[in-house]
C-alpha cells in the first residue's frame, strides 16, 4: 500500500510536481497500446540515474512494485502495471550524451526517441537502423526492453544487433553495468543481451550503449501489386533464397491496403490481394541492379505490376502506406489483438495460408501485414469487446495464430514481446527447462519481484 508517507519519500527525491497520484493520471498511466488496464498507485517521473536508485530503494523497503515505462507504446501489456505500486515514467530520462561518429557509436538515456537519435546519427553521416514503426513516439529504453524491430531488420538486424552495453539499477538498487563500446567484447556471455528484451523485468535500464553504422549512399524504393496475397509472400522466399537481400520487404494484403487508402485516399490499388514494400540500399551500381533483379522475381511470382519511385517523394508516399497501416485499423473495429507471430523466411507463404484459414474459419476480419523478409508478421485480429462472440471468435482466432508460428517452428514475437498478453503460450515455446532456467535468473536478480511483476516468466492470470 502506498502511503502519504511514501509520497512524501518519493517527492523529496524527484520533486513534488514529478510525482503523481490523482485518480486522473492514474488512468492515464494504467495502460499501453493494448486494450488491457491496471491501474499504479503512484507514477514518479525520475530526471537522473541516481534518483532512480533512490526511487528503487524506497520501492524495496516499502514492498512496491516498480513497472517502468517509456512512451507506452508497448503490444504486449509491458508496462501495465498488473500489481499496482509504482509506475517509473522513463522520458525526462531523454538526452543524447554522446554520437562518436569516429567509433560509431551512441550513447543515450533511456527516455530518448528513436527517432531523435536516428536524426541525431544522419547529422553526422551515420545510420541508427532499428526504425520500428512506432520511432516517432517509442523510447530507446522501450525499444531495448522489446528488442523492437522494424522493416529495415531484414538487412541490418533488429535492435540487439545494434545494444553494445547498458547500465541497469538493480531491483535492491545497486546497479550494473554490461558491455562497452567495443563491438567485439568477448569477456562472459553476452549479458547485455540478457536486459535485451527483459521487458522491465530484471533491471530499470538508465544507460544505453549503441552502435550506428555509416549511411548507404544510394535507395530504390519499388512496390509490387498481386492478385493474389499467397503470390506476394511466395516472392518473399523466393527474394531471400536469391542472394540478394533487400533493406526492406513489407507486406500488406487487401484488408490493409482498402483501409489505408480510406484513411489517406493516396491511390492505392484497392483491388489488389497483395502488396509489397521493397527497398534495397547501398552503392549506385548494386542499388541499380538488385532493384532490377527484384523487379524480376515479383513478376516472376506473380505480380501483375511493380511500380519503382522515381524520387525521395513518391519513396516517402508509399512508405506513408505502411506507416499508417496502424491507425487505419481502428476504422475496422474497435479492438485488436496485435500480433508479431514470426516464422522462418522460407515459410512466411505457409503462415500466410494458415492465417487465411483461421480469418475463413472464426469469420473475423485479420489484418495480413508485417516485416515479411525478416519472418516477422503482423496477423492484427479485429473485433469489438462488447460484442461477446465477435470477442470469443477473435481469441479463438488469437489462440490458433499462436499454436500455428509454433507448429511452423516460429516464435510468439518477433518484437512486440511477451509481457503478459502471449505469457500464457511461452512454456510451449522455451520448453519447461527454459522455462523453469527463466524463472530462476530473474529470481537471482529481483528476489521479491518487485520490478514488473506478472509478466513474462511469472504470469498469474488474464486481464479482460
Ligand atoms: C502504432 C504502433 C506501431 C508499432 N510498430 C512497431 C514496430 O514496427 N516494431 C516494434 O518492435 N514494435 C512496434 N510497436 C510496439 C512498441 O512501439 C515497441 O514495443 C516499443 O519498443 C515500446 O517502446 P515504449 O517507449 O513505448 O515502451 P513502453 O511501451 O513504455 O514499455 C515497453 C516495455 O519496456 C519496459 N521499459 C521501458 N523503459 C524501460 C527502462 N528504461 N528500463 C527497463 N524497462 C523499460 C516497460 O516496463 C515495458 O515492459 C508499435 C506500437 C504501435 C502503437
Same mark, same amino acid.
Given at each position: 500500500m502506498?502511503t502519504?508517507?511514501?509520497?512524501?519519500?518519493?517527492?523529496?527525491?524527484v520533486?513534488?510536481?514529478?510525482?503523481?497520484?490523482?485518480?486522473?493520471?492514474?488512468?492515464?498511466?494504467?495502460?499501453?497500446?493494448?486494450?488491457f488496464?491496471?491501474r499504479?498507485?503512484?507514477?514518479v517521473?525520475?530526471?537522473n540515474?541516481?534518483?532512480?536508485?533512490?526511487?528503487v530503494?524506497?520501492? =524495496?523497503?516499502?514492498?512496491?512494485p516498480?513497472?517502468?515505462r517509456?512512451?507506452?507504446?508497448?503490444?504486449?501489456?509491458?508496462?501495465?502495471?498488473?500489481?499496482?505500486?509504482?509506475v517509473?515514467?522513463?522520458?525526462?530520462?531523454?538526452?543524447?550524451?554522446?554520437?562518436?561518429a569516429?567509433?560509431?557509436?551512441?550513447?543515450v538515456?533511456?527516455?530518448?526517441?528513436?527517432?531523435?537519435?536516428?536524426?541525431?546519427?544522419n547529422?553526422?553521416?551515420?545510420l *541508427?537502423?532499428?526504425d520500428p514503426?512506432?520511432m516517432? $513516439?517509442?523510447?530507446?529504453g =522501450? #525499444?531495448?526492453?522489446?528488442?523492437?524491430?522494424g522493416?529495415?531488420?531484414?538487412?541490418?538486424?533488429?535492435?540487439?544487433?545494434?545494444?553494445?552495453?547498458?547500465?541497469?539499477?538493480?531491483?535492491?538498487g545497486t546497479?550494473?553495468?554490461?558491455?562497452? $563500446?567495443?563491438d567485439?567484447d568477448?569477456?562472459?556471455?553476452?549479458?547485455?543481451?540478457?536486459?535485451?528484451g527483459?521487458?522491465?523485468?530484471?533491471?530499470?535500464?538508465?544507460?544505453?550503449t549503441?552502435r550506428?553504422?555509416?549511411i548507404?549512399?544510394?535507395?530504390?524504393?519499388?512496390?509490387?501489386? *498481386?492478385?493474389?496475397?499467397?503470390?506476394?509472400?511466395?516472392?518473399?522466399? %523466393?527474394?531471400?533464397?536469391s542472394?540478394?537481400?533487400?533493406?526492406?520487404? $513489407?507486406?500488406?494484403?487487401?484488408?490493409?491496403?482498402?483501409?489505408?487508402e #480510406? *484513411?489517406l485516399?493516396?491511390?492505392?490499388?484497392?483491388?489488389?490481394g497483395?502488396?509489397?514494400?521493397?527497398e534495397?540500399?547501398?552503392?549506385?551500381?548494386?542499388?541499380?541492379?538488385?532493384?532490377?533483379?527484384?523487379?524480376?522475381?515479383?513478376?516472376?511470382?506473380?505480380?501483375?505490376?511493380?511500380?519503382?519511385?522515381? #524520387?525521395?517523394?513518391?519513396?516517402e508516399?508509399l512508405w506513408?502506406?505502411?506507416?499508417?497501416?496502424?491507425?487505419?485499423?481502428?476504422?475496422?473495429?474497435p479492438c485488436?489483438?496485435?500480433?508479431?507471430?514470426t516464422?522462418?523466411?522460407?515459410?512466411?507463404p505457409?503462415? %500466410?495460408?494458415?492465417?487465411?484459414?483461421?480469418?475463413?474459419?472464426?469469420?473475423?476480419?485479420?489484418?495480413?501485414?508485417?516485416?515479411?523478409?525478416?519472418? #516477422?508478421?503482423?496477423?492484427?485480429?479485429?473485433?469489438?469487446?462488447?460484442?461477446?462472440?465477435?470477442?470469443?471468435?477473435?481469441?479463438?482466432?488469437?489462440?490458433?495464430?499462436?499454436?500455428?508460428?509454433?507448429?511452423? =517452428?516460429?516464435?510468439?514475437s518477433?518484437?512486440? =514481446?511477451?509481457g503478459?498478453?502471449?505469457?500464457?503460450?511461452?512454456?510451449?515455446?522455451?520448453g519447461?527447462?527454459?522455462?523453469?532456467l527463466?524463472?530462476?535468473?530473474?529470481?537471482?536478480?529481483?528476489?521479491h519481484?518487485?520490478l514488473?511483476?506478472?509478466?513474462?516468466?511469472? *504470469?498469474e492470470?488474464v486481464?479482460?
Open positions: 502506498l502519504a508517507e511514501v509520497i512524501q519519500e518519493l517527492s523529496a527525491v520533486g513534488a510536481k514529478h510525482v503523481m497520484d490523482s485518480a486522473e493520471d492514474l488512468i492515464i498511466y494504467s495502460n499501453d497500446a493494448t486494450m488496464h491496471s499504479p498507485e503512484a507514477v517521473q525520475p530526471g540515474r541516481d534518483e532512480v536508485v533512490q526511487i530503494k524506497i520501492a =524495496g523497503r516499502h514492498n512496491l516498480v513497472t517502468c517509456g512512451a507506452g507504446t508497448c503490444l504486449s501489456g509491458g508496462p501495465i502495471p498488473l500489481k499496482g505500486g509504482i517509473l515514467e522513463m522520458t525526462r530520462m531523454n538526452r543524447i550524451l554522446k554520437v562518436d569516429v567509433n560509431k557509436v551512441a550513447v538515456e533511456p527516455g530518448v526517441i528513436t527517432f531523435s537519435l536516428a536524426s541525431a546519427a547529422q553526422v553521416g551515420l *541508427y537502423p532499428p514503426s512506432s516517432k $513516439e517509442s523510447t530507446l =522501450g #525499444n531495448i526492453s522489446e528488442c523492437a524491430g522493416p529495415k531488420g531484414v538487412k541490418y538486424g533488429i535492435t540487439r544487433n545494434f545494444v553494445l552495453g547498458v547500465e541497469a539499477v538493480l531491483a535492491d546497479i550494473v553495468k554490461t558491455g562497452n $563500446e567495443v567485439g568477448m569477456a562472459g556471455p553476452d549479458w547485455t543481451m540478457l536486459f535485451t527483459s521487458e522491465g523485468t530484471l533491471g530499470v535500464i538508465v544507460s544505453i549503441l550506428l553504422v555509416p548507404p549512399p544510394v535507395k530504390k524504393t519499388l512496390m509490387a501489386v *498481386y492478385d493474389r496475397l499467397e503470390d506476394a509472400a511466395k516472392t518473399v522466399s %523466393v527474394t531471400m533464397a542472394g540478394i537481400i533487400p533493406t526492406t520487404l $513489407e507486406i500488406m494484403d487487401n484488408l490493409s491496403i482498402v483501409s489505408v #480510406n *484513411y485516399k493516396i491511390g492505392l490499388p484497392v483491388q489488389a497483395g502488396l509489397l514494400l521493397i534495397v540500399d547501398g552503392v549506385q551500381s548494386t542499388v541499380e541492379e538488385d532493384a532490377d533483379h527484384v523487379s524480376e522475381i515479383c513478376k516472376k511470382c506473380g505480380a501483375s505490376e511493380v511500380k519503382m519511385a522515381q #524520387n525521395a517523394a513518391e519513396a508516399e506513408l502506406a505502411r506507416r499508417s497501416i496502424n491507425p487505419a485499423f481502428g476504422q475496422v473495429a485488436k489483438f496485435a500480433e508479431d507471430a516464422v522462418p523466411r522460407s515459410l512466411v505457409v503462415l %500466410v495460408g494458415r492465417v487465411l484459414e483461421v480469418q475463413k474459419k472464426y469469420d473475423v476480419p485479420i489484418f495480413i501485414c508485417g516485416h515479411a523478409g525478416d519472418g #516477422n508478421m503482423h496477423p492484427t485480429i479485429m473485433f469489438d469487446k462488447r460484442n461477446k462472440d465477435q470477442k470469443e471468435r477473435a481469441e479463438k482466432a488469437l489462440h490458433d495464430v499462436h499454436i500455428i508460428t509454433l507448429e511452423l =517452428g516460429g516464435t510468439l518477433g518484437e512486440h =514481446g511477451i503478459f498478453a502471449k505469457a500464457p503460450y511461452l512454456r510451449a515455446e522455451t519447461e527447462i527454459g522455462y523453469k527463466g524463472q530462476e535468473i530473474k529470481r537471482s536478480v529481483d528476489p519481484g518487485l514488473n511483476p506478472g509478466k513474462i516468466f511469472f *504470469y492470470g486481464l479482460h
